[in-house]
Structures are given as C-alpha cells and as structure tokens.
C-alpha cells in the first residue's frame, strides 16, 4: 500500500494536564472501577463490571440529559424470522465502506438479539406487533430489513430508564450527578510513591468543588463531540471530554474525520434543532422542497432510505439550487392519528411549535449526530494506557467503520458495554489499589478573562462551515489556522470552570478533526471531500491514529484474502509528515 501522504497528518500538540493540581490538598475517593458516563454504554458496563467489583458511576450531568436518553429511533438486531444477524452484519460492512473491523460487526450483529431480548427482560417495553408477543419492527435507511426495535420515538430514554433502575438497585454501585471530569490522573512508576503505571482515576469539578477519584481501573463511556458543530442533533454535554482527556493523556485516538450527520433535525430559525427520527422514512414520510418535488428518487435507488451520508449531502446540493429555500419531511399522506400513535415525542415538538404534521410539511436540516472516531481500543475496551478502558460513543471500536448504520450505536453500547466492565474488572482484580499522590505543576498560564461563549460560537461556526457535510483543503486550512490561533490564545488563560473545560476540549478535538479530515485525501463514508471526490483504496485503505507528541500514525488494513469489506489484519505503515 502506498503511504498517505496528506498535509494535515501532523500531531496536535496539547499540555498534559487542563489545570494544576495536587491531590494532597483535594477531596479523595476511592473505588475498584470508576465508570465515567451514564449512558447505555457506561451503564451496562458499571453492571457488569459491579458482578465482582465496586463501582462508582459520575454523570456529567443527569441521566436524562445523555445522548442515549435522547436517542429516539431504536436498536438494530435481525429477530424477526426472516432475518438474520449475517445481513445485519453485511448491511454494517458495506456502510462502513470497507473500513469496519469484520471481525467484531460480526460478533456484535449476532449477540444483538440476545442482547435486545435480556433488555426487555429486565423491563425496557419496546412496542409490540399486533399479536401482542414479537416485537415491532421499524425500517431505517441502509438496512436491507426491519429490525429496528422501538419504543415509540423515544427508545434511548427507555433504554436509559430500563438501566439506570438496575443500577440503583445494585449494591455496589453508587453514582455521582453534575460530576464533571477535568483530566485522567495518570501515574508513572516510581513517582509520588507509586509502583503503578497507567490511568489511577480522574480529577473531578463537582457542584461544591474540585476531587479526585482514583480507582483500579477507569472505563471512559462519556460520549462524543457532537456539540463541536453549529448545527447538532447532541445534548448541550456532548464536548468530548473523555476524547480529549484522554488524548492529552497520551492516549491513541483514530478516524477523527469521521462524523454521521443526520439528514433531519427540525429546522425553524431561533429554535434549538431537535432531530426527527429516521424512522419517520422508514414509515413512509417523504423528503420534498418546497415546489413539493420528491428530489431524493433522482439521487438514490432507495430515495429516503438511502444512507444517511447520500441524504445529507442531496439536502444540501439541493438546497444550494436556485429557487429552492427548504426541505420539508411529508406525512401528511399518513392516516389520521399514526403520527401521534407512533411518534408521540415528534408530534410534542411539533404541537410546541405550532406545526401540526398532518397538516403541514415539517421543515429540516441536516446535523451533526455521532462521533465516529474517538479512543482507539481493542474488542474488550482496552486503551494503550494500562486501567483505562472505553466503550460507546467515546470509543472506536471499529463497529461502524466510516460510516455507522443507522440504530447499530445503543446496540454497540448494549453488547460491548457488559463486555467492557468485565474486562475492566478483571484489570482491577490483578491491579491493586494506588495510594501514592499525584501533583501536576500549574501550567504556564496567567489569570485573565475570555469570552468562552464566543469563542465556542466562532468555532462551531467553522467547524460547520468547513469541517461539516462537505469539506475541501482550503477552508480546511483556513480553519486549521483559526484554532490554532484560538488554542494560542486559551493556552494562556486560567481555566476554573465548565465552560472553560468545554472550550479547551472542543479546541483540541475540532483540531485533530480538521487535520484528520486534511489528511485523507478522498471522500469515504461520512467524510466527503469536494476536491477529492472518490474513494481512494490505494492510498487511505486504514485508520489514522492521533497520540500526543508524536506524528499520525497510518494503520493500514491488509485485505489479502479478505472478502469485498472484510479486513484480516491490520498493519502500520511508517509514520507521515505533512
Ligand atoms: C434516529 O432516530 O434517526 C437516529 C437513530 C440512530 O442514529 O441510530
């Protein structure tokens, strides 16, 4: 394979820690497994984990206000009778565009409908068929079946409802709310009299305060970074703190250029964007502009249905067509009551705003929806820094390659979290407990204001406009520069705060999403280049991989004897230089 050799894959420097500190002179708690997010992902690995372990959770905020919580369309496994997990698992693949690990889609596609089932055994009431027993089955784009379970339109916070009961019920587990984690403590052998090596815990703002929490091993399940774009379909927590965290913890990230962007978040000026479910098409709505023209059958053999990349990118070339001002999603042909019946959360935010879908076209836009990269790991969580484990949103696993099928992401929680807690406490089992202190110097900053809020505004903005649906090296460029002016800028400011946190984290992670996206030269999956308009296997078969310090790193992934997406093995080529 011929190595890449594109201009942005050049490391981005950050510091190692957001603040000084000294545990010595902080609140200190202790515990076996620190699980550091709430949603389906950290939960299902904090009950796993609690089987032999204590386990503290910390909620960045509350549980309701998690990306999970507000997922609406479903979780993907082939219950019914005439699926089968191999074609979920194929419909996986080939969104992914050649970039999945096969490996692990497969494992996960066929523990789905076991998962699925012990979930609805423990109390989550996805809806039902008519005949009262099997699941109903809704469609979502790149699926070649229905098997999207659903409750209603609101299934993540079923999900969310259904674990976080079992959580409160379960002895050794004990949770923490608005705990907002600064930075991983990381401790290295012979330092503050220590022998361990690896993540120790974590540094923490709560309401009344900074602590630390050290712990035997530490699972990251804190989410993306979807709140890095103007328009954003995420909860307002959605900065990648546990991304960023980790990377300024010396640990690899990979396939940070790839974002998912859903083709429908209500769009009304001055109206936060709330995102309208995919499976509103996969029941029949339709996409029009406002001539009433059904666009998307010119673009897709499977018009709505298509992958969410293709509708992205069709709503916004039609979009720029004169004389078309907006899209609109059409239910108006449904019958009298299914919307309510089927969408009730749809059809809340609709009677909220005035619009009523049986009567009128609800206008939409796409948004950012899921963070593809994020902490590299292996097929148990495992991180490059020993005790640090990661799993869901945060975590790149390799399920969803460069582009994640639609309704595979609770899913990807549900199967890998257990798996992630059990791994986790087996760590902590063999680890030992740290008792040394960790102190970090007060960086070279000075007391100063900045208006973090416009700041964040400014990058988002840019980050929307050029690291968005569509993406072209010289706006790249031009906002490769403005961060790195605006990380010039933070680095020498005082941070005491949350929305100081969110900024710096924001900062360093839209930095490494526009090198990433500098570096691939070619348009796959969700990343779409206008000036390298077609998929590249010669050159960008492989994930770039981002530590701090060092430059990308290209892992390539050797198809010999490999099916038409399979990957066999990966294999790093020699490092690139911009
Ligand atoms: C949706 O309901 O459209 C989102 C489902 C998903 O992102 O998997």
Redesign the pocket.
């Given at each position: 394979m011929t190595s890449p050799a594109g201009r942005g894959n050049r490391a981005v420097a950050s510091e190692r820690y957001l603040v000084g500190f000294d545990t010595r002179d902080l609140p200190r708690y202790s515990t076996d497994i620190l699980v550091v997010g709430g949603g389906v992902a950290g939960l299902s690995a904090a009950l796993a984990a609690a089987k032999s372990m204590n386990v503290l959770v910390l909620h960045k905020d509350v549980p309701a206000l998690s990306n999970t919580s507000w997922?609406?369309?479903g979780i993907a496994a082939a219950v019914a009778p005439d699926d089968d997990p191999d074609a979920h698992a194929d419909d996986t693949l080939r969104t992914g565009c050649g970039l999945c690990d096969t490996e692990l889609v497969r494992e996960i596609a066929a523990a789905a409908p076991t998962a699925v089932r012990q979930l609805a055994d423990s109390g989550a009431r996805f809806d039902r068929a008519a005949d009262g027993a099997t699941f109903a089955l809704g469609r979502?784009g790149g699926h070649g079946a229905a098997r999207i379970l659903h409750a209603g339109d609101t299934t993540g916070a079923e999900c969310s409802r259904t674990l976080i009961t079992r959580v409160r019920e379960h002895a050794r587990i004990s949770e923490k709310e608005n705990a907002y984690v600064i930075d991983l403590i990381t401790a290295d052998a012979g330092v503050g009299g220590t022998d361990m090596n690896g993540c120790v815990g974590a540094l923490v703002q709560g309401p009344s305060g900074r602590y630390a929490v050290f712990a035997r091993a530490v699972v990251l399940a804190t989410g993306g970074a979807g709140q890095l774009f103007r328009e954003t379909s995420n909860v307002p927590g959605a900065t990648g703190d546990g991304i960023a965290a980790a990377y300024r913890a010396g640990v690899s990230l990979r396939d940070m250029e790839f974002v998912q962007f859903?083709p429908t978040t209500l769009y009304l000026a001055g109206v936060e964007r709330v995102?309208v479910?995919?499976?509103v098409r996969g029941d029949g709505a339709l996409l029009i502009d406002n001539h009433g023209d059904r666009f998307l059958k010119d673009v897709h053999p499977d018009a709505e249905l298509a992958p969410r990349d293709i509708v992205s990118r069709a709503l916004l070339a039609h979009l720029a067509r004169p004389g078309v001002f907006g899209i609109f999603l059409d239910m108006r042909h449904w019958p009298k009551g299914h919307v309510a019946g089927r969408f009730p959360g749809l059809a809340r935010t609709c009677a909220h705003y005035g619009l009523d879908p049986e009567r009128d076209p609800i206008p939409v836009r796409p948004a950012a929806?899921?963070t593809i990269g994020g902490v590299r790991c292996d097929h148990d969580g495992a991180t490059d820094l020993p005790g640090l484990f990661a799993c869901g949103e945060a975590a790149c696993s390799g399920l969803h390659g460069a582009n994640r099928l639609?309704?595979?992401?609770l899913l990807e929680g549900l199967v890998l979290g257990p798996r992630v807690g059990a791994a986790a406490a087996r760590a902590a089992a063999v680890r030992g407990r740290f008792l040394g202190d960790v102190c970090a110097p007060a960086i070279g900053r000075r007391r100063g204001s900045a208006d973090f809020a416009d700041l964040r505004r400014s990058l988002i903005s840019r980050m929307w406009r050029s690291a968005g649906v569509t993406r072209d090296a010289e706006d790249l460029g031009v906002t490769a520069a403005a961060i790195a002016e605006w990380r010039g800028f933070m680095g020498g400011v005082v941070l005491e705060d949350r929305s100081g946190f969110e900024v710096a984290n924001l900062l360093l992670l839209g930095g490494l999403m526009v090198a990433a996206a500098t570096a691939r030269e070619e348009s796959r999956g969700t990343h779409d280049r206008k000036d390298y308009p077609e998929r590249d296997d010669a050159r960008f078969l492989g994930s770039f991989c981002w530590r701090r310090g060092a430059p990308a790193r290209f892992v390539g992934i050797d198809r010999t004897g490999g099916g038409a997406d399979g990957i066999l093995s990966r294999r790093a080529t020699p490092k690139q230089h911009g």
């Open positions: 997922a609406q369309g979502e859903h995102l479910t995919e499976a929806h899921y639609a309704s595979n992401s």
